[in-house]
């Protein structure tokens, strides 16, 4: 019988009785002995000089321990946070790579950079004589958007980055597409803007640093995603500290959805300090902090074109994109519009040719980096806003033209223009499963229906396709990263038959805790309850590079695979000592290693005692003992691919938009658990529905203010702002390179839901014809659109 | 947060005299609009004083015909009272619509009338429903209450211990909620005594307005269609990223019409 904690059942999360009674253990639940707390003196201007800061009243305050700044890290030789991927210019150029200290020196470069830090004994105290240090400002103008920040004239974010530019890159074949465009029947043309948007994970970012004086030893404790980055970044670039005597411990993590992948000053700062006044010290951000500087998401504008023949067929793509950076490159930022954006360009299309040119700028505001698709969700909006003017523009109803577009399964594996190779899918399966989902056929009768009440009903599609599992490492290495990107497991069988699972991977909401141990549960046919996951401490886990861009089962999940592996192998052996059998007679069945063709049979717990007590065991063949370990890096990316539909109702009077049906049919390759998925898929979903009509992060374009600094003005999506979701996911495109066939979840919903939303709103305006508005279609931008085209409708 | 010393009277009389010793000192309601400004630090009181233990500012009561509310009464207590929803079902849906659940569970009348928020609900059934202030000293005309943007006719010291407010026949609330806050960029109460129309608009402006020109079209025909055509001025209306003056307006009509159809 199937284990019924096994592969494909809808195991209810076991860590969720832990966070739903509050006994989680979250950073700022740490509380050590002797503790000191440390609140930052922040910049409120977006652009300064720091003329100079006088500490001397605040070092006087209650209970203030220390006033550190930029200086004295700079006396104690602290370094510069690294970024973590280089990209080159079109004309072979590095990047430029300004510094980016935990703490500025001699100048400020957006609202909420940190100046200063007050270490004090409790942390009132400390924010107390946070107001007490005095800092000599000298105001500069700030250049805010990018696209100002560009233009030749804007004030320098950086004195030796000539006009902001980061980066001139590209990808793709221009020739080729200039080429086909000269052919084309048709050019389908969009501007589109997608928005800054600001991470918002429950848990804000906490970090506290310890250092023992009689080891040498330093402990960090962060909201981190992947503790073992935050050790090398953090210990080899900023601190100077060696591996060893470098512990870094992320334990729950309420939430990050890229935000924390990041190295952030703050980390640095507690543990740097922590050795320099001899205690703990603690920091957990404000919500106005997290609001300031969690590194913010997407900031794109671009420009895209789209050649068709006159059957519709898709001949060329050509995008510019000018990407905002923000002040400082976060750890991965570069990477983010270009190869986790332009790669992903020709979604599903057979599209022959694409060429991307991508500009990076810098800018004083808030570092920018991944967040939830990161890049993908850019790539997705763009196509599918484009294929969707062009079905309006040409007359193609728009499913037909996506379906005369797709690549079809039997092409897979499908090289793209822009370097990826899709293992498999089948797309035009996914858009048969989900137009019944929504009555597509039905639409005419229900915007007649919604006419009747004065309502405007559209409906929108978007198809989309990622790279997740990013991978393999020596690829990603030749395209700038500057880390691996495999991932590591043990698996440690004890004594009496339990077992301890340590991954690299790093779960703040994912639900690795039940997802892993099914696995390990179907495997050796153990109880679920006797599996434990362990991750998220240097000093237990072997070196992993933690959770982001939905890599945890495609690649963590594939290391505990092999670490499972070559546990049964050593079992085998030890089951054909035990049985007196041949080694190569033993079959695994359900969990049981048994003789071929006899009733004879062990469990593994049966082996995993004899390994611990070796009686009777190989011992001139095996070492006791059964506890292994694997590092697994991906021959490939994983390819997860989907079709989301949305269906809007608007309010002519109001502006309002009401999602009113939404149907995501998704292809995830092998499903481990269906209830966790569905539970990814309609969280990514609302985060998408919040990028298409709620959140916007809105600094002002003169000051630099960042205007949106709480949720009295940053909208972020409401339960009772979205409708229930009809998901549907079929598993028969299996990936065809990692050992589980797994393709990843974590991201699919927010790649695909903006754009089905925005082209859904679109549409219910045409008649007024409109053919594109901007994200987020918030009621007022909604309404003042209805303005203009009744007006123009009216006057013509 | 900056220290306070923090008190809590358990009579009227008690906490007039706390408020009373100290210019710095300040009364504390349910705390929703009062604690997050402390917490920013933009407020720095030396005493807090919290109205949640004195009976005569709390309770809900028929009064001539009317209700008569305590200061001190939460939004939910409003929301889910009976009589409330006998008398004046408008003023128990309002109370429904303010913010979420835990703003309602903790708001209180007096604090959301005495902070005057220009975008706060209670003010336009204040207006509406031809309400009357009481304080420890004295009457105010809900006409005269609200005299600005988070000002009153309140004199310093003064606390505000309940609101009367008088029965129409019909009223209905209609609320356009900003999307990130759930406060009112714009709220149209309507309430019609006999031949009498009032249309009370928060949200919109500085400070709570009649929208005369619609009083006097719906007092001939009290039907949303009456109100085609009129719309109040945009000038001097308020304009943030949410919306604009011309936008705010423009749903003053909006949601008029759909308060006077809700009304019946
Ligand atoms: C997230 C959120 C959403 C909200 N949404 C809405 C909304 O949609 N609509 C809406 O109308 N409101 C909304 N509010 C405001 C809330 O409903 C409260 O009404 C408001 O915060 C004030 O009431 P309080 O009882 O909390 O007063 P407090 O915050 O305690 O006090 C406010 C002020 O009134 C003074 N005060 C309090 N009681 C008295 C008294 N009896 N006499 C004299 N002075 C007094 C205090 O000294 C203080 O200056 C929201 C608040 C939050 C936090």
């Not at chain 1, 007196?580 to 004879?600: L, N, Q």
């Amino acid at each position: 019988m199937a284990n019924p904690n096994g592969i494909g059942a809808s195991v209810r999360r076991r860590e969720d009785a832990r966070f739903l009674t509050g006994r989680g253990t979250y950073t700022d639940d740490i509380s050590r002995p002797n503790q000191t707390h440390a609140v930052f003196v922040r910049s409120p201007y977006a652009h300064a000089r720091i003329r100079g800061i006088d500490a001397g009243e605040a070092m006087t305050a209650p209970g203030v321990v220390a006033v550190l700044t930029g200086a004295d890290m700079e006396a104690d030789k602290v370094g510069s946070l690294p970024c973590g991927w280089q990209i080159h210019s079109k004309d072979g150029s590095p990047m430029k790579e300004p510094p980016h200290f935990p703490i500025a020196r001699d100048r400020a470069r957006y609202v909420g950079d940190a100046v200063a830090v007050v270490i004090a004994e409790t942390r009132e105290q400390a924010r107390d004589a946070a107001e007490l240090v005095m800092v000599d400002y000298e105001e500069l103008p700030a250049a805010v958007t990018s696209v100002k920040a560009l233009d030749g004239t804007a004030p320098l974010v950086h004195d030796d980055v000539a006009g902001n530019l980061c980066f001139d890159w590209h990808l793709g074949d221009a020739a080729a597409v200039d080429a086909a465009f000269a052919q084309a029947a048709h050019v389908a043309k969009l501007d589109l803007v997608n928005q800054r948007l600001i991470p918002n994970a429950m848990e804000p970012r906490a970090a506290v640093g310890e250092y023992d004086r009689a080891t040498g030893e330093h402990t960090l404790t962060t909201t981190s995603q992947n503790p073992h980055v935050i050790r090398l970044l953090m210990g080899a670039f900023v601190l100077g500290i060696p591996e060893h005597k470098l512990r870094v411990v992320a334990p729950d993590v309420g939430g990050g959805f890229g935000s924390k992948i990041f190295h952030y000053g703050e980390e640095a700062v507690v543990t740097w300090a922590a050795r320099k006044v001899g205690r703990p010290v603690k920091w957990t951000a404000e919500r106005s902090e997290s609001f300031l500087t969690d590194a913010h998401g997407r900031d794109h504008v671009s420009h895209a074109e789209l050649a068709l023949d006159k059957d519709g067929n898709f001949l060329a793509l050509r995008v510019a994109t000018i990407a905002n950076m923000g002040a400082y490159l976060s750890t991965f930022a570069p990477s983010i519009p270009t190869y986790l954006y332009a790669t992903l360009l020709a979604g599903q299309y057979k599209t022959p040719a694409i060429y991307a040119e991508v500009k990076a700028v810098f800018t004083n505001t808030a570092p920018v980096d991944a967040y939830r698709g990161a890049g993908r969700p850019e790539a997705c909006y763009l196509i599918e806003r484009l294929v969707e003017v062009a079905a309006a523009e040409t007359g193609i109803d728009k499913a037909e033209l996506r379906r005369r577009n797709f690549v079809p399964a039997s092409a897979m594996p499908y090289q793209t223009p822009v370097a990826l190779q899709y293992d498999t899918g089948d797309f035009a399966k996914n858009l048969d499963i989900a137009l019944p989902m929504v009555d597509y056929a039905g639409f005419a009768a229900r915007k007649a229906e919604s006419a009747r009440r004065g309502k405007l009903r559209g409906i929108g599609f978007a198809t989309y396709i990622e790279a997740c599992g990013i991978a393999p490492s020596n690829v990603a290495g030749a395209l700038g990263a500057r880390a691996g990107l495999y991932e590591s497991a043990e698996v440690r069988f004890h004594p009496t038959g339990s077992v301890t699972v340590f991954t690299g991977s790093h779960s703040h909401g994912q639900g690795h805790e039940t997802t892993f141990a099914q696995l390990v549960a179907e495997r050796f046919g153990v109880p679920i309850e006797n599996v434990e996951i362990v991750h998220g401490d240097t000093s237990k886990i072997p070196f992993g590079m933690g959770t982001y861009g939905s890599r945890s089962l495609a690649v963590g999940g594939s290391a505990i695979v092999k670490a499972m592996d070559k546990v049964e192998r050593k079992a085998k052996k030890i089951a054909a000592h035990m049985l007196e059998a041949a080694e190569t007679d033993i079959e695994v069945k359900d969990g049981r290693f048994v003789v071929a063709g006899t009733d004879k049979a062990l469990s593994i717990g049966d082996i995993a005692l004899q390994a611990y007590v070796p009686h009777n065991f190989p011992l001139d063949e095996l070492e006791p003992g059964l506890d292994e370990q694997a590092f697994y890096d991906p021959k490939n990316f994983t390819y997860p691919n989907g079709c989301h539909v949305c269906e809007v109702e608007i309010d002519p009077e109001t502006g309002v938009v009401e999602v009113v049906n939404f149907a995501a049919v998704d292809d995830f390759g092998r499903v481990i658990n269906p209830l966790i998925v569905e539970g990814q898929v309609h969280g990514g979903l609302v985060q998408g529905i919040g990028q298409a009509l709620y959140e916007n992060c809105v600094y002002d374009e003169e000051s630099g203010q960042l205007i949106t600094g709480s949720y009295m003005d940053y909208c972020m999506p409401r339960a009772d702002d979205v409708p229930s979701f009809a998901v549907q996911y079929h598993e028969d495109q299996p990936c065809t390179h990692n050992p589980l066939g797994v393709k990843g979840c974590g991201e699919a919903g927010t790649i695909g839901a903006s754009a089905a939303v925005m082209n859904a709103v679109v549409h219910a305006l045409s008649d007024l014809g409109v053919t594109h508005m901007d994200m987020p279609a918030t009621p007022e931008r909604v309404w003042q659109v209805i303005q203009r085209h009744s007006h123009a409708q009216a006057a013509e | 947060m900056y220290e306070f010393t923090y008190h809590r009277p358990t009579s009227l009389a008690d906490a007039a005299a706390m408020l009373g010793r100290s210019e710095e000192a300040k009364l504390l309601g349910g705390g929703q609009t009062l604690l997050p400004t402390l917490k920013q630090r933009l407020a720095r009181p030396s005493d807090l004083i919290d109205l949640g233990q004195i009976a005569e500012l709390k309770g809900i009561r028929e009064e001539a015909g009317g209700l008569a509310i305590g200061a001190f009464t939460r939004h939910a207590e409003v929301a889910h009272s009976d009589l409330v929803r006998r008398v004046i079902p408008a003023l128990a849906d309002l109370a429904e619509g303010i913010g979420d659940r835990q703003v309602r569970n903790m708001g209180t009348l007096g604090g959301s009338i005495c902070n005057a928020d220009p975008s706060a609900d209670y003010p336009s059934a204040v207006v509406a429903l031809k309400a009357t202030v009481k304080t420890d000293r004295r009457e105010i005309a809900g006409d005269d209450f609200f005299t600005g943007m988070f000002e009153t006719a309140l004199e310093p010291g003064e606390i505000v211990t309940s609101v009367t407010f008088q029965k129409p026949d019909k009223a209905a609330y209609a609320k356009f909620r900003n999307p990130a806050s759930r406060y009112a960029i714009v709220g149209v109460f309507v309430a019609r005594f006999g031949g009498e129309v009032r249309v009370a608009v928060t949200g919109a402006g500085p400070s709570v307005f009649r929208a005369t020109d619609m009083e006097t079209a719906l007092a001939g025909n009290f039907s949303p269609d009456a109100l085609n055509g009129i719309k109040v001025a945009s000038d001097g209306l308020n304009a943030d990223i949410h919306a604009s003056a011309d936008y705010r307006a423009h749903l003053v009509t909006v949601m008029a019409k759909r308060a006077v159809a809700a009304a019946g």
